[in-house]
């Protein structure tokens, strides 16, 4: 999933300051997992931005909202009825939801209130941890199932690097070493032969040095 | 969840000079304590919110206390380690923890909001809570952001 953060009140209330009815909208997919954008913390942002507003002798007028997913305009369509009343939104979904409400109504600001961080898992309740970077071409069966590209702080593909300590990474020893996780794994497959094969530098042009990507399903286009 | 407002406001002062009552919310789980109703604090108006369990306490409905209109809010939990719901009380604090965090940044102070871990239908120990909120209170003043504030839900 999408992981974020809810950015900082302070930076939120600065942003919306020059607005008086705001639609704070939700999302209730990817940032609704990670406590960043779903219905609750958009109770709770509007709660807290009222009181704020409220200290100063001002009175924001403040519409909550939650959709499914704010990357399907079908979704999007739900909340036209409030946006029209309104004369910002405060979105809380991820950076590809906030620009799909802004298409969606062209002639209203459009502000995100939350920071998306990075393709990951939840761990452990109320820890996630990146996973995937996204980058076109997926190679993690050559590493025994765990991507250096997105685990490893040096993004080696021929590793280790020498510096790791205790199954930990030198740059941050709270962080696994992603290449002492392969190899245990490796080694437990029965396929620790398989790491000494070379691999050649990563091909960027299905990320993002390709520039903006899409995925075009032309069998499903009626 | 049910409240019980133990002393209405009649939007008047209390006999104790020019001092209006001040709001006091005080949130608990009915295996900690009775309802507090019983308690007689003069110059206080006291809500108390019985909860099914301290788990079920929102960050939103702290902070609606005191767009409500309340001076403090008061949460009582059950010892850590004696949760009927293992960690109800656990996640209380947390979430208290969180909304302090929020009030001082509104500049509202996250004195007003404490969470207190006290013995099952120790009522005793809740009234001295709550009095000693109340004292403080008298210090800090009454919630600068009193008034409660229309909001839209869809």
């Known amino acids: ?222 | 969840m049910t409240t019980a407002s133990v002393r209405p406001s009649t939007g008047k002062n209390t006999g104790s000079g020019n001092i209006p009552d001040l709001k006091l919310s005080v949130f608990h789980c009915f295996n900690a304590l009775p309802d507090l109703s019983v308690l007689d604090i003069p110059g206080c108006e006291l809500s108390s919110i019985n909860l099914p369990c301290s788990s079920i306490l929102r960050e939103v409905v702290l902070l609606k206390a005191f767009e409500s209109g309340a001076d403090a809010v008061v949460v009582l939990v059950c010892p850590e380690g004696s949760c009927d719901y293992q960690q109800g009380n656990l996640r209380a604090k947390k979430r208290v923890e969180r909304v302090q965090k929020l009030l001082k940044e509104i500049g509202i102070g996250n004195d007003r909001l404490r969470i207190h871990n006290l013995s099952r239908q120790d009522i005793d120990t809740a009234e001295k809570i709550i009095r000693q909120t109340l004292a403080d209170l008298k210090k800090t003043g009454q919630n600068p952001a009193p008034q409660p504030v229309g909001s839209e839900k869809r």
């Open chain 1, 1 to 222: 999933m999408i992981v974020g953060e809810q950015k900082p009140l302070g930076e939120i209330k600065t942003n919306v300051s020059p607005y008086h009815r705001l639609l704070i909208l939700g999302c209730g997919t990817c940032v609704k997992t990670c406590f960043a954008g779903g219905e609750d913390e958009v109770a709770t942002l509007a709660s807290a931005l009222r009181l704020a507003f409220k200290q100063e002798g001002r009175i924001m007028q403040i519409t909550e909202q939650t959709i499914e997913r704010q990357c399907e305009d079908e979704f999007i369509r739900e909340a036209a009825p409030q946006v029209a009343r309104c004369d910002a939104v405060l979105s809380l979904a991820c950076g590809a939801g906030v620009q799909m409400v802004a298409s969606r109504f062209p002639g209203v600001p459009v502000l995100p209130g939350v920071n998306t961080t990075f393709l990951g898992v939840l761990e452990k309740q109320g820890l996630f941890t990146e996973k995937c970077l996204g980058c076109g071409s997926c190679f993690v069966h050559q590493f025994a199932g765990v991507c250096p590209l997105s685990r490893c702080a040096k993004k080696l593909l021929n590793g280790p690097c020498g510096g790791s300590r205790n199954g930990k990474c030198e740059v941050d020893p709270e962080t696994d070493c992603a290449w002492q996780l392969i190899i245990d794994r490796a080694k437990a497959a029965g396929s620790l032969d398989r790491l000494v094969d070379y691999i050649p530098p990563k091909d960027w042009r299905t990320s993002y040095a390709g520039g903006p990507r899409k995925v075009f399903r032309e069998d499903y286009v009626i």
